[in-house]
């Protein structure tokens, strides 16, 4: 297939595009190169071998999106293009708003214009706000507490009213529960700019000796050791889900949302535990406060995407440690030099 993938210069665009090449698809990228670094291609074509086509342009400008679908007959379109980071978008709710709903109307007046049907966009775990139920399965309510959350609820509501108005087009809404880990070569990984807000990223920076301590936001939650309970999911894994999902969409109308997590909560004890035991780095920790707006669990019900697209995370929470230390490790940079 001929697909898109716009910010697939980022994190998890890039471990996508690899294997969307390994299997064989033809890929053409496009990103403003806001968050990432064009170097990561050059890794990826000395991993695999291949090269996706690259425009550094901006998702919002219609009209490039537009001229870049028709020239390549883009059969399908994966949306990673976006910002992520939920405080911030506290503080500057008009640029997530620009960059995250305008920037996927405009991508979606293109697709509409060169008559591309399939999509699959990159939306979170946290379209479920505080859940009530754990694990979450889709039919979950809905609810946001910051504008990042709120920018991906509404892209999918601006998704299923098209499905009504157009019963030709085939979507997938993507729930990522937590990305984390790195291709086992060490050579494309997670290249946060600044202070990173994720706990993986910042347990490495203290293993490499960046950063002093690593602070665990509260051990008074209702979980196992009072910690906080994720559903950390490989990168790599999570690439392989978009792959399935692009397979199972040219088949499948209407808009369908998918859970793609592990099923598994860990804490974040756990997890510093088993990144000191893989990697042999210790994770010196200090217990701080809560931290706003976080929920004591939250872990996928994956088993819809294990029954539709027959799509299951394969690699341990220790596997995601041991690559995202390798990935560190071989980096201290990231992909400056
Ligand atoms: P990332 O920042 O590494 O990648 C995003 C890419 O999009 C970057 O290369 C950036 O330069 C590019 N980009 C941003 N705005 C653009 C624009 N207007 N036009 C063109 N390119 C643009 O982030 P990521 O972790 O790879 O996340 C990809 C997607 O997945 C995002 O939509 C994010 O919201 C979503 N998501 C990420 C996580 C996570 O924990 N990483 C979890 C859930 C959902
Ligand atoms: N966390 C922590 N210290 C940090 C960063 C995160 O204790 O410096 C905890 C956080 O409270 C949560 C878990 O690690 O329980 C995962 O946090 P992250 O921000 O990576 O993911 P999210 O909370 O957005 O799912």
Redesign the pocket.
């Known amino acids: 297939m001929k697909v898109l993938l716009?910010?697939?210069?980022?994190?998890?665009?890039?471990h996508t595009c690899l294997e969307l090449l390994v299997a064989g698809h033809e890929v053409v990228v496009?990103?403003?190169?806001?968050?990432?670094n064009p170097i990561v291609f050059d890794r990826i074509e000395s991993i695999c071998g291949r090269r996706p086509t690259v425009y550094q342009?901006?998702?919002?400008n219609s009209d490039g999106v537009s001229e870049v679908l028709l020239a390549h007959q883009i059969q399908a379109v994966i949306?990673?293009?976006?910002?992520?980071a939920l405080g911030e978008s506290a503080e500057q709710p008009l640029r997530y708003y620009n960059?995250?709903v305008q920037?996927s109307l405009s991508l979606l007046s293109a697709m509409k214009t060169a008559k591309v049907r399939i999509l699959a966009f990159?939306?979170?775990?946290?379209v479920y706000g505080s859940p009530n139920i754990i694990p979450i399965n889709e039919d979950a309510p809905t609810s946001a507490t910051n504008p990042?959350g709120r920018s991906?609820i509404m892209v999918e509501e601006i998704l299923r009213d098209l499905t009504v108005a157009d019963d030709s087009l085939h979507i997938a809404l993507l729930?990522?529960?937590?990305?984390v880990g790195a291709h086992e070569s060490g050579l494309i990984g997670?290249?946060p700019t600044g202070i990173p807000n994720?706990l993986m990223p910042l347990i490495s920076q203290v293993a490499s000796g960046r950063r002093e301590v690593l602070q665990i936001y509260g051990d008074d939650y209702p979980t196992v050791d009072g910690t906080g309970i994720r559903d950390y999911i490989h990168v790599m894994d999570l690439a392989r889900g978009h792959v399935a999902a692009l397979d199972w969409l040219q088949e499948r109308k209407g808009v369908h949302a998918f859970n793609l997590g592990t099923g598994q909560g860990k804490s974040v004890l756990e997890v510093i535990q088993s990144y000191e035991t893989t990697t042999g780095q210790a994770v010196p920790y200090q217990i701080v406060g809560r931290r706003l707006g976080d929920v004591a669990a939250c872990y996928a019900d994956s088993s819809l995407a294990e029954r539709e697209l027959g799509w299951k995370a394969q690699l341990s929470v220790d596997e995601m440690c041991r690559d995202e230390w390798n990935w560190q490790n071989n980096n201290p940079n990231g992909y400056r030099k």
């Open positions: 716009t910010g697939g210069a980022g994190y998890i665009g890039s496009i990103d403003n190169f806001s968050n990432s342009d901006d998702v919002c949306h990673f293009a976006g910002l992520k960059n995250n920037g990159s939306s979170s775990a946290t990042y991906k729930r990522y529960f937590n990305p997670e290249d994720n």
